[in-house]
């Protein structure tokens, strides 16, 4: 071979290694987000949310795909789904983290919070805070806390005092809190997915269930539930997460703008959670199929009491610490 076609080739080489460079660099950074829900409900709303803000401010360098109604994943899946790389954001309950931290158990503590108020100032605050990284070494890293709202108890029949459950079977998300708490007022608790409540409940397989207004509505459980107990339990929220190992190769300046386009997305999904709880609970009360049951302070009381045990039960796994910054939020 002569020294001139040598030196061509060498030359196309080089060129072609470069145009593959600068292709790699062009290339935009994929964020794929599973959740569960519909695109209509404040966690689908918010997702959206953030695709168009990083649309806005990072087009050509980050790409947001979003798949709802757990077209790629579920709950159960997506975090394991999130370490091998195949999802780069979810935002599952914070009750589906039992297998990589015992401290976000707190949120499934019955009565711990007084609102959404206390559970926002919790969130915000010091320890709230402390907790997003609390997966950390398990490779996983939360970015902020998305709110569904508090949870009201719906049965077969009227619940105004500790002792109308007695031996009724409720289902529960997979929840060892959630599970003591119905076993603290000799109710059967039952772990089964989400997608099934409706037809448990419609073929009376159980007798109630706990959930927020929000999902009660569009999950259509007032329908086949004549008895809502505004009881305010406890709350269900989300971790909206990502992978350790994801997010530290970020390049600091796409970071920086990735995360205050998410902060500024859940900001927004947490007022359209506000605004649905509001207005879901009086559709409810409009379609007269099923009845809300108010509860006085006296009766209230009856369901604390008998309910808080569950605190002390779990204390040793979550932490004594942050039950007591909890108790201070209210």
Request: hydrophobic share 45%; proline share 3%.
């Amino acid at each position: 071979m002569s020294k001139s076609m040598r030196l061509m080739i060498t030359l196309l080489v080089t060129l072609a290694l470069v145009a593959s460079a600068t292709l790699a660099m062009a290339r935009p950074i994929v964020i794929k987000f599973s959740h569960v829900v519909a695109e209509n409900t404040p966690k689908g709303q918010m997702a959206n949310k953030f695709k168009e803000l990083v649309d806005e401010r990072l087009a050509g360098k980050v790409e947001v795909e979003v798949f709802p109604n757990s077209q790629l994943f579920g709950d159960n899946k997506v975090l394991e789904a999130m370490l091998l790389g195949d999802v780069q954001l979810a935002a599952p309950s914070l009750s589906k983290f039992n297998k990589y931290t015992k401290s976000l158990q707190i949120f499934d503590l019955p009565f711990l919070f007084k609102d959404m108020a206390a559970v926002e100032k919790f969130q915000q605050g010091e320890v709230g805070q402390k907790m997003l990284m609390s997966m950390k070494k398990k490779g996983l890293i939360g970015l902020g806390y998305l709110h569904n709202g508090m949870k009201q108890l719906s049965a077969s029949s009227a619940l105004r005092i500790p002792a109308d459950a007695k031996h009724k079977k409720f289902r529960i998300m997979s929840s060892d809190v959630l599970a003591a708490q119905f076993e603290a007022i000799d109710a059967m608790p039952l772990k089964k997915p989400f997608s099934e409540v409706f037809t448990l409940l419609q073929t009376k397989a159980i007798d109630g269930q706990e959930n927020t207004w929000s999902n009660i509505y569009s999950k259509k459980f007032y329908e086949v539930q004549p008895y809502i107990t505004e009881s305010n339990h406890g709350v269900l929220d989300y971790l909206v997460i990502t992978s350790a190992e994801f997010w530290m190769d970020l390049p600091e300046d796409i970071k920086v703008e990735v995360k205050k386009a998410l902060d500024e997305a859940i900001t927004f999904g947490n007022s359209v959670s506000a605004q649905k709880a509001i207005n879901d609970r009086q559709k409810i009360i409009d379609s007269k199929r099923s009845k809300i049951v108010e509860l006085t302070d006296a009766e209230r009381q009856q369901w604390v009491e008998a309910m808080k045990p569950v605190w002390k039960q779990f204390e040793g796994e979550i932490g004594k610490e942050y039950i007591d910054a909890a108790i201070q939020s209210n």
